[in-house]
């Protein structure tokens, strides 16, 4: 018997994904609030804790994407809550106006579980990295930095990809500490 996570995410609950993904960002354009669907509503697939990133582009630019890599609600909610997110907190956008909603693209990313590497060096750590495949979290202390594996597309490069997950995590590109964490995972993403 499979999980909710090891199977894929099938089309008919991707499609009922994106709509409540859309859905949440018509209410928080009418009403200020992201959606709150019952949960109990949806088949038992979505209703598992997962973690999600929801991206939004405008035109083919990014324009938010907001989530997280812990699981910390289930998947459905986790999507409504990461669309308003997205539409309306990332801090690098301004709120999504009314205006700009026609047109908006929508993507969502379901993320396994999380795997904790081992490694000696950076270098070891660079050759365990699997390019276009991981999704990587940075922990050192209180630093923290995640890039998904959609980056790939972008920073083809493995040691690219490192530089700019440690910027992300608030940390000098040359960092190295034995006390550094990182995680790998995949995602789905549709």
Not at 9 to 34: K, M, N, P, Y
Not at 49 to 71: D, E
Not at 126 to 136: A, F, P, T
Not at 160 to 186: C, P
Request: hydrophobic share 45%; net charge negative.
């Amino acid at each position: 018997m499979h999980s909710p996570e090891s199977a894929g995410i099938a089309a008919a609950h991707r499609t009922a994904l994106l709509q409540v993904a859309g859905q949440s960002i018509d209410c928080g354009l009418a009403q200020g609030a992201a959606l709150e669907p019952a949960v109990e509503d949806y088949p038992l697939q979505l209703q598992a804790v997962r973690a999600t990133f929801v991206t939004l582009k405008a035109a083919g630019a990014l324009r938010g994407c907001i989530g997280s890599p812990n699981p910390i609600r289930p998947l459905v909610a986790d999507v409504a809550i990461n669309a308003h997110g997205a539409a309306f907190r990332d801090p690098r956008f301004a709120p999504l106006a009314v205006s700009e909603r026609d047109g908006l693209a929508i993507s969502i990313s379901v993320l396994s579980e999380r795997e904790e590497m081992t490694f000696a060096s950076e270098e070891d750590l660079l050759r365990q990295v699997r390019s276009g495949v991981d999704g990587l979290l940075m922990e050192m202390d209180h630093n923290r930095g995640t890039l998904l594996p959609s980056v790939w597309a972008a920073v083809p490069e493995a040691a690219v990809f490192l530089r700019q997950l440690k910027r992300k995590a608030g940390l000098a590109e040359d960092f190295w500490s034995e006390r550094l964490r990182v995680f790998r995972y995949t995602a789905e993403s549709f």
